[in-house]
C-alpha cells in the first residue's frame, strides 16, 4: 500500500484516477513535451491509465509501478513521479513537472556541498 509522502513544502499522493482531469491540465502543456513525448489525447485515456496504474504491478507482474502527483501547499498538481522497480530491486525513476515549475522547482534545490 502506497501512501502520502511529505517532502518539505511538497506533497506527493499516490496517483490514482481521481488526479486526472487536474492532471490533464498539466500534461497536456506542450512546452514540456519539447524534445520527447506527446500530451495524453484525452481526459478518459488519462483517467484510463491512470486506473491501470492503480494495481501498483505491471501486467506480468515483474514490476512494481509506484507512481505519485506532486502538490504544491496552495493544492495545485504540478507533476509526477514515478519508480518502475524490478523483481530485482533495481528501479528507473522519472518525473514531468509542469512547464511553469519546471526549472523553478529545481534552481531552488541547495546544491551539494561538494559542487
Known amino acids: ?28 502543456d506542450p512546452a ?3 524534445h520527447e513525448n ?3 489525447p484525452s481526459l478518459e485515456w488519462l483517467r484510463a491509465r491512470f486506473a491501470q496504474l492503480e494495481s501498483r504491478r505491471s501486467a506480468n507482474g515483474q514490476e512494481q509501478w509506484l507512481n505519485w502527483v506532486i502538490r504544491l501547499p496552495s493544492s495545485e498538481l504540478i507533476g509526477y513521479v514515478q519508480a518502475t522497480v524490478d523483481r530485482n530491486g533495481r528501479a528507473a525513476i522519472a518525473y514531468e513537472l509542469s512547464s511553469a515549475y519546471s526549472s523553478a522547482w529545481v534552481s531552488r534545490r541547495p546544491r551539494p556541498s561538494n559542487a
Not at 500500500?1 to 500534461?27: D, K, N
Open 1 to 28: 500500500m502506497m501512501h502520502v509522502i511529505e517532502a518539505g513544502s511538497l506533497t506527493l499522493e499516490p496517483q490514482a484516477a481521481a488526479h486526472a482531469e487536474e492532471m490533464f491540465a498539466v500534461l497536456s
Open 32 to 34: 514540456i513535451y519539447e
Open 38 to 40: 506527446e500530451p495524453p
